[in-house]
């Protein structure tokens, strides 16, 4: 972590992300809201120089095995974030069998939804990752489940 901040304070940093999501948990007979990383591992930089980057985080020891440094764009997951790196928890009903989200980042972007969790409230999403695609797990509190009878 030490060299994440190192990196972090440079003038040839721009911005380093770790991407967050808000999910409910149930402990204690109560509700609470926690932030659990979207893409543990990977931390994303946007800085003027690639080279910079790759030659100061030799020799990071033991955290160069466990994290990924992601120069990039700035990526999709950005877009579900209002503000800064944390992905909202995101709310919805599910109608015949598919999911209508009412509010929250995934509004809108159901087509990402690959997974549905309702026991966790939380779901899969397939984006766009490093020329691929890559499953993420974000929040999402389905509070309805319609069912349309047949003949109605």
Same mark, same amino acid.
């Given at each position: 972590?030490?060299?994440?901040?190192?990196?972090?304070?440079?003038?040839?940093m721009e911005e380093i992300v770790c991407f967050q999501y808000q999910r409910m948990m149930r402990y204690g007979g109560k509700w609470h809201m926690e932030r659990r990383m979207a893409?543990?591992?990977?931390?994303?930089?946007?800085?003027?120089?690639?080279?910079?980057?790759?030659?100061?985080?030799?020799?990071?020891?033991?955290?160069?095995?466990?994290?990924?440094?992601?120069?990039? !764009?700035? @990526?999709?997951?950005?877009?579900?974030? %209002?503000?800064?790196?944390?992905? +909202? *928890?995101?709310?919805?009903? =599910?109608?015949?069998?598919?999911?209508?989200?009412?509010?929250?980042?995934?509004?809108?972007?159901?087509?990402?939804?690959?997974?549905?969790?309702?026991?966790?409230?939380?779901?899969?999403? !397939?984006? @766009?990752?490093?020329?691929?695609?890559? %499953?993420?797990?974000?929040?999402? +509190? *389905?509070?309805?489940?319609? =069912?349309?009878?047949?003949?109605?």
């Amino acid at each position: 972590m030490k060299k994440c901040l190192e990196i972090a304070a440079s003038e040839e940093m721009e911005e380093i992300v770790c991407f967050q999501y808000q999910r409910m948990m149930r402990y204690g007979g109560k509700w609470h809201m926690e932030r659990r990383m979207a893409l543990p591992g990977c931390v994303f930089l946007a800085g003027s120089n690639v080279m910079f980057l790759n030659k100061n985080w030799q020799g990071a020891g033991e955290i160069e095995q466990d994290i990924s440094l992601i120069p990039c !764009e700035p @990526p999709y997951l950005k877009e579900l974030c %209002r503000n800064g790196i944390l992905i +909202e *928890i995101s709310r919805g009903v =599910i109608r015949n069998g598919t999911p209508v989200i009412t509010s929250g980042p995934l509004k809108g972007r159901e087509r990402l939804i690959r997974r549905i969790d309702r026991h966790k409230r939380t779901a899969e999403i !397939e984006i @766009p990752f490093a020329g691929d695609k890559r %499953r993420v797990t974000v929040g999402l +509190e *389905i509070y309805e489940k319609e =069912i349309q009878m047949s003949g109605e």
